[in-house]
Nanobody, 115 residues
Framework: QVQLVESGGGLVQPGGSLRLSCVVSGSIFSRSAMGWYRQAPGKARELVAAITTGGSRNYADSVKGRFTISRDNAKNTAYLQMDSLKSEDTAVYYC?????????WGQGTQVTVSP
């Protein structure tokens, strides 16, 4: 059974950095597009960043220049490097893997940006 497990969330001050990790069990990682989403209280879930199997990336306008998505197929892991964090980045961050026959979500990891 395929599972996604996120880690790396926490409390950080404005201007700080965090790196989120998403480990994918099973054999689908290398053929999956990976995405990071977030959901703040009272708001809809939104796409933060995505990376294709070929390494093409796209970002939400609100995080361009501050966040970087990457993947390591040898480790079945996707990453989200978050720099220059702002209070409005506070949310639960979710990892998603999409490929033919699969659309799987992780359990989420809380990121709180506060003085």
């Amino acid at each position: 059974q395929v599972q996604l497990v996120e880690s790396g969330g926490g409390l950080v001050q404005p201007g700080g950095s965090l790196r989120l990790s998403c480990v994918v069990s099973g054999s689908i990682f290398s053929r999956s597009a990976m995405g990071w989403y977030r959901q703040a209280p009272g708001k809809a879930r939104e796409l933060v960043a995505a990376i294709t199997t070929g390494g093409s990336r796209n970002y939400a306008d609100s995080v361009k220049g501050r966040f970087t998505i990457s993947r390591d197929n040898a480790k079945n892991t996707a990453y989200l490097q978050m720099d220059s964090l702002k209070s409005e980045d506070t949310a639960v961050y979710y990892c998603n893997a999409k490929t033919f026959g699969y659309d799987i979500w992780g359990q989420g990891t809380q990121v709180t940006v506060s003085p």
